[in-house]
């Protein structure tokens, strides 16, 4: 059985279109125009991905990202944004920030865009070469359930937090460039993407979700990268 996506757009002509386009790719599609009902076609249908346009009435895209994020039941649901009107790099940056895993412009090739569904889906399937929980510093992580707990008390990390966290973890000790991190997290090739403020982001947001007693093991190395130092 395909892969389960959930299209939503405010254009009926653009829906349409990747309905069929990816139906015919061995995709089971489902669309809608409005963000609002987006949210509870997600909780409900737990789609394996979502296309979102970035600016609809309403719920745009931005919003309904930054929602799923929040949420137990959808925020590992990965997302990629549409937009052919926010298309400067503060409204990527700010999608990216959002939780959006991927951000293409408007118009776009569709084989790019299904090349791109694919890569993310892959990140997804194998976010971790760790199989087991590991525990370090207090923290215990889980990749299968994709839970992490710091002093037995949860945490809710967005999908990128936690294959941050389980990136610096796994490679505990070892200074990670920034392009690395961006690479094998993000999935950005180096030569087209290498800004750091992504990285820088996330990392403050995990720092301060982990709490001071753990987020000191992060260690930000100037002009390097980042470690997880014991």
Known sequence: MGYKILIVDDESSTRNVLKRYLESRAFAAIT??????????????KPDIILADAEMPGLDGHTLCRILRKEETTRSIPVIMMSGAKIQEKDILSGLEGGADDYILKPFSLPILLAKIHVVLKRYETPSQMEDKLKKCGIELDPTGRTVKVKGKSVALT???????????????????????????????PADYNDPGTVEVHISRLRKKLGPAVAKHIVSMTGHGYKFEE
Do not use: N, Q
């Open 32 to 45: 809608t125009h409005d963000g609002s009902e987006a949210l509870l076609m997600a909780k409900e249908s």
């Open 159 to 189: 999908r990128k937090e936690f294959d941050l966290l389980a990136t610096l973890i796994g490679k505990s000790g070892r200074v990670l460039r920034i392009a690395y991190l961006l690479e094998t997290v993000w999935g950005y090739d």
